[in-house]
């Protein structure tokens, strides 16, 4: 059991003398359910589990907002005496098995305020959306999980020395590492990537001393359970249909999803655009894809000006990843994590830790910008926000020509500060943007891999 992020996140929540329902969303063995557990332990509190899934008799007590026959239930289920006043956390799991439970946690809040409660389940949002039940707004808090990251895969590992040397690096120091110790950092995101950030992953890498071949064997496994849940969503679809988008996605990640794109997929697949985007509403609704939105990038927050016609995925987990394309692990080992299977996969490792960077309340999204057709194709990979200021991150080599992306960023917003994210060693550069006799200094950051977790303090250092 990991001592994660998500665990602090609970047991300040559990602490807090004015709190609401909390709900925990997140894809399917991210360790929701490991995370709660672990923090009532260390609170030293109960905890009275009801597995919904095995109890679904109870839809009818949570659709009549029964509270105490449900307190009752509880009791008789879990053999532990439970009312209002008690210090234990009521945990309700699996509640996509009975959605009137999410619907009923505004009456917890208003009846029984004392109470901690909280409600997770892998497939809720997609539950939610075919119920079409009452949704306690205002009334409850959130907590998004993902897998591993990159910071918690070290602590995880036992690689604490490591951990402790990135926490130390700064704007001012980090252009000292030594190039042993900058290596060494290095293959520890090799090893991250190779293992990716699902618990049992880690666990199982932990267990074999990085046995590979059982690592993928487990990821392998998870892939063909998330397959096999497609029976359980609901609609007109069916799970073959539905596997074959998930595959035809599944090779999009990290590219333009266009139309075109779009409409090559249901072609080979032999259905339509609406179906197609009914199945991406539904792998988004289970968190297995993230939709990386274009956004303007002209004011913060940048999801006021997005289009949802331009954008790009990422699938849920990076080692995942790697298995359901069949991406050799040697194909890792023997290059630069920029150029592996053409940039796709330093992107996703991007990507999959700047979901984690923000608070666990804050539901996490990408943006990524690219000027008009007319203007050309230079992209920025992502777009990051911190405090009003908007960071152009790039995921490339440090060879020269190859930020022309943000030359054309820069001279465009007036930017004064950008991120570029590679193997190489962290520095600090004064560069000018140079276009057509423009120009614009700005400052670019220069940050390995192993320290995008570290991006919200390094660019907030003053």
């Known amino acids: 059991m990991f001592n994660r992020r998500a665990v602090e996140e609970i047991k300040s929540w559990y602490n807090r003398s004015k709190r609401k329902p909390l709900v925990i969303r997140g894809a399917r063995q991210v360790g929701k359910t490991t ?8 609170l030293q509190v109960e905890i009275i589990e009801i597995n919904l899934e095995r109890h679904s008799s109870l839809e009818p007590l949570f659709r009549s907002y029964n509270l105490k026959d449900l307190l009752f239930n509880f009791s008789l289920i879990s053999g532990k005496t439970i009312n209002q006043e008690s210090k234990a956390i009521l945990f309700l799991d699996e509640a996509q098995a009975t959605p009137a439970a999410y619907a009923c ?25 075919d119920f079409k039940l009452p949704t306690p707004v205002g009334r409850i808090e959130q907590l998004y999980m993902g897998p591993l990251r990159f910071d918690e895969f070290l602590e995880a590992t036992g690689e604490s020395k490591a951990l402790g040397t990135i926490e130390m690096l700064t704007q001012s ?36 001393q990085f046995n590979h071949a059982e690592i993928v064997k487990y990821q392998t496994e998870l892939v063909q359970t998330y397959k096999d849940d497609f029976s359980k969503y609901t609609g007109s679809q069916t799970a073959l249909k539905l596997n074959a988008f998930f595959n035809g996605i599944i090779g999009q990640i990290g590219l333009h999803f266009s139309p075109k794109q779009a409409n090559e ?89 700047l979901l984690a960077a923000k608070p666990g309340y804050i539901n996490p999204t990408l943006y990524y910008w690219q000027p008009p057709k007319s203007e050309g194709q230079a992209e920025i990979d992502f777009l990051y926000e911190s405090g009003n200021q908007i960071y152009p991150v790039e995921v490339k080599s440090g060879t020269s020509g190859t930020i022309k992306s943000l030359h054309s960023y820069m001279l465009k917003k007036q930017s004064t500060q950008a991120i570029r994210i590679s193997s190489s060693k962290p520095s600090v550069q004064e560069m000018k943007a140079k276009i057509n006799k423009q120009e614009k200094a700005f400052r670019l950051l220069n940050l390995p891999f192993y320290l995008v977790n570290q991006i919200e303090r390094i660019v907030s250092e003053k």
């Open 35 to 42: 995370a709660v557990r672990l923090a009532a332990n260390q």
């Open 265 to 353: 997929i249901s072609l080979n697949t032999s259905g339509n655009n609406r179906q197609l985007n009914d199945a991406l509403e539904r792998f988004l609704e289970a968190r297995l894809f993230y939709r990386i939105l274009h956004s303007n990038a002209d004011s913060i927050p940048l999801g006021g000006d997005t289009k949802i016609r331009i954008s790009k995925f990422l699938f849920v987990d990076i080692g995942l990843l790697l298995a359901a394309q069949g991406i050799p692990a040697q194909s890792i080992m023997g290059s630069p994590l920029e150029l592996a299977n053409r940039g796709v996969i330093a992107e996703q490792f991007v990507g999959q830790q």
């Open 173 to 208: 120091t980090m252009q000292l590492i030594p190039d042993s110790v900058h290596e060494e950092l290095i293959a520890q995101v090799r090893r991250y990537t190779l293992t990716g950030g699902m618990p049992f992953c880690v666990q199982s890498a932990i267990d074999t």
């Open 105 to 129: 946690l505004r009456y917890f809040l208003e009846e029984m305020p004392h109470l901690a409660v909280i409600l997770t389940g892998s497939l809720l949002d997609q539950v939610l959306h």
